[in-house]
């Protein structure tokens, strides 16, 4: 199973996501926001006191701008004042506003230059600003991109687990044979294993030379087994560093051998026969013009389904025709001559007769092309020619 979070938690399966981390801050915020809307409202429109049975209470319900309010005494309707409050929540808002912008990395700065942001500020703090919100989206990027590393390195050895053989694929355009086992995940994983590791070697030194200065017994103590732990495990990425890069050069040895075996009988593949060359020397469009030679190779492949003999001459004769049908315009002469150069295509005929045989009736390729369009058999077509 395979995780994407953006911040990961020691000692727990799941991660945090953003949601997660500015959820509180949000309701936070909205709840101050809502405080401060409700306190505008109140002060603008705020409850009425009135003395009971000495005021119409219609006129009072009566939000009409300048209605009057019958009344039988003065002083019988008095505002409930709401002091504003509002503007002193207002620093609250800004400040979750900016812990939001601290946690997710998307400030006011890295969006484009605001006014405010960017007023009596220096060119050395806005840089610094804008990197440091690019530092933090880089880390959950970085996050969110071990856990792509680590599915796609679980497709991987899924496929070479499975896959013996490998598959042939195109590249370059040519089909070339590809074995998954040739791609190997954990060469670069163990390097980037290596870097972290030098790295924390690196700050566990620095740690030491600091409680030294310090005299500091127990930080220094901690910083020995940390830098023991950290050298046993430099030897083990090693030790299986050297292991895979072996595994790696015997694999593709192997897989030298196989490409050199599979390549024998490609070489040895039989030739064209003399009527074939005969046909693609005077078509000359076939191998020069990539969709002709691809249509008349999916012609060739439904002659053959059909039954033809691809030694006949009826078979080439079929396969001139129907890429003629196809692409009338590539031919030499005019319309008209290649009309009539076009081979008929016999029908038998609606019509038979016991004495004379079978009676057939010869479309033409327009013929043929509108019955196909129209989809009615040519059988039935030729009854009303």
Do not use: C
Request: glycine share 6%; charged share 25%.
């Amino acid at each position: 199973m395979q995780k994407f979070e953006i911040d990961p938690e020691p000692h727990t399966f799941y991660g945090r996501s953003i949601a997660d981390i500015v959820i509180d801050d949000q309701d936070a915020a909205t709840s101050i926001l809502r405080g401060i809307l409700d306190n505008v409202a109140m002060t603008n429109n705020p409850r009425v006191g009135i003395v009971d049975g000495a005021v119409n209470i219609d006129d009072v319900l009566n939000n009409e701008i300048g209605a009057i309010v019958r009344m039988r005494q003065p002083g019988a309707v008095q505002d409930l004042a709401v002091p504003f409050t509002a503007g002193q929540t207002l620093g609250a808002l800004t400040y979750l506003d900016q812990l939001v912008e601290g946690k997710t990395g998307v400030t006011r700065a890295s969006m484009g230059l605001d006014p405010d942001a960017m007023q009596s500020t220096t060119k050395a703090a806005v840089q610094a600003t804008v990197q440091a919100a690019a530092g933090q989206v880089e880390v959950m990027v970085r996050n969110l991109a071990d856990g792509a590393r680590d599915l796609f390195g679980m497709m991987l050895r899924l496929l070479q687990k499975n896959m013996e053989n490998g598959a042939m694929m195109r590249m370059n355009g040519r089909f070339q044979p590809v074995d998954p086992k040739a791609f190997d995940i954990d060469k670069g994983y163990m390097s980037e294993s290596e870097v972290r590791n030098k790295m924390a070697a690196d700050l566990a030194r620095q740690a030491l030379i600091a409680a030294r200065n310090e005299g500091d017994y127990s930080k220094e103590e901690e910083a020995r087994a940390a830098l023991t732990k950290l050298d046993l495990e430099s030897e083990r990425i090693r030790v299986t560093k050297q292991k895979k890069e072996q595994e790696y050069e015997n694999f593709q040895k192997e897989l030298e051998t196989q490409q050199q075996t599979y390549q024998q009988p490609v070489t040895q593949r039989p030739q064209p026969s003399q009527k074939a060359i005969d046909w693609a020397e005077k078509n000359t469009w076939f191998k020069s013009d990539p969709e002709m030679t691809d249509y008349a190779q999916r012609i060739h492949r439904g002659l053959v389904a059909e039954g033809f003999d691809t030694e006949s001459d009826n078979y080439y004769n079929e396969l001139t025709q129907r890429v003629k049908l196809k692409f009338p315009e590539s031919f030499e002469g005019s319309d008209q001559t290649t009309r009539s150069a076009k081979i008929a295509q016999p029908v038998a005929s609606a019509n038979r007769s016991a004495t004379t045989g079978r009676k057939s009736v010869r479309l033409t390729p327009s013929q043929v092309k509108i019955a196909n369009k129209l989809g009615v058999p040519l059988s039935e077509y030729a009854k009303y020619v």
